[in-house]
């Protein structure tokens, strides 16, 4: 069962939006209902945290789950760089072009693979003097947009993301602040809720997701990790000023692979294919010229009832890149793109042995992945 991203009134994408409402900036909507009317918000993403395995059991992550999670949904698909844009610039994916782990760009022969703000494969060059991410993403994101409202904007986060394209594209317009450890972390939010009157600051916690994508998301240690990110939570709302709210989401969830269909040597799956982007449980498909039919049958065939293969127009027509998609993204988005319905992928082992090794994965839209939590604490 794939559930659709619920834009507009429960995804990601509505976050900001809702928590600018209540910081008071005009034109803002709190599409979740939030009603905070907070001075200072603190958003805290842990990457990986799916809402399936967060109420599984309140006793792994006791602070969170006695904020009574509600549940979200991510965008499609289900991966950072794409819940990361829609989180920094509060529109679905058909908006902010950010639509995969790895796509096309017209104009270059190379897969985009914006969380490095790379082409696939190519050597390691600043890219960003091409695809200058302020013009690849031209939208204001929610920070510049409180910023322009007389709000002191800040982000906590691994040194590694400042100034990267990714944050340039859609996490632009805030004061920087590296994080170095735990504690770093929350002595950075705790000092930056109070730069004045009106404070946003927004932090990320990457481990969860590490350890997911290689130990399992069922594993020990998968388990312990969360109770590290709870326990993070709990001391970020120990920190918080009279009157502040704390929120902590996620940017997907994840499945425990158990079997996978490996592309390059898998011949069928080849023919007819000039490029394969995404990744294992969501792919997009570039076809050539006039293969497309040809394509989608074979793959449809081949992966059997745990894919769904759907074209372009297809996927559009379903909103799950958002109710509107701009005509210049759509040419980003595969000709094919396949989704994974249950714990199968495909996989890469010659071009991507990394990502292929994982044992967590993600990116489709089965309740696993796309379904994601909100905890609103308030002090």
Known sequence: MFVAPRYGTGSL????????????????????????????????????????????????????SGLEPVRLTAGFPTTTATSLASLGVGVPPGEHG????????????????????????????DL???????????RPTVFQRAVADGIAVAQVSPRDQAGSGLTEAVLRGCRFLPQLSFGDLVAGVSEALRAGPRSLVYTYHGDLD????????????????????????????AELPPGAALLVTADHGMVQMDDSIDFDTTPVLREGVRALGGEARARHVYTVPGA???????????????????????????GWFGPTVDPAIAQRIGDLVVLARG???????????????L????????????EVPLCVFRA
């Open 13 to 64: 994408a509505d976050v900001f939006p809702s928590v600018l409402a209540g910081l008071g900036v005009p034109g803002e909507e709190d599409r979740l209902g939030l009603g905070l009317n907070a001075d200072r918000v603190c958003v805290l993403l842990v990457d990986g945290l799916g809402y399936q395995d967060l109420v599984a059991d309140p006793t792994a992550a006791p602070f969170l």
């Open 98 to 125: 950010i639509v995969g782990y790895l796509f096309h760009v017209p104009g270059y022969d190379r897969l985009f693979t914006p969380l490095s703000w790379r082409l696939h494969g190519a050597p390691k060059s």
């Open 128 to 138: 960003r003097k091409e695809l200058i991410p302020a013009e690849f993403q031209p």
């Open 210 to 237: 590490l350890t997911g994508h290689v130990r399992g998301p069922s594993s020990r240690a998968w388990a312990l990790e969360l109770a590290n990110a709870d326990r993070l939570a709990a001391a970020l709302a």
């Open 292 to 318: 497309e039919s040809d394509v989608a049958a074979a793959w449809q065939a081949t992966l059997g009832p745990d894919f769904e293969v759907l074209g372009k127009e297809e996927i559009v027509a379903r």
């Open 343 to 357: 714990r199968r992928g495909v996989i890469r082992s010659g071009v991507e042995p990394l990502q292929s090794s």
């Open 359 to 370: 044992v967590g994965q993600h990116g489709s839209l089965t309740p696993a992945e796309v």
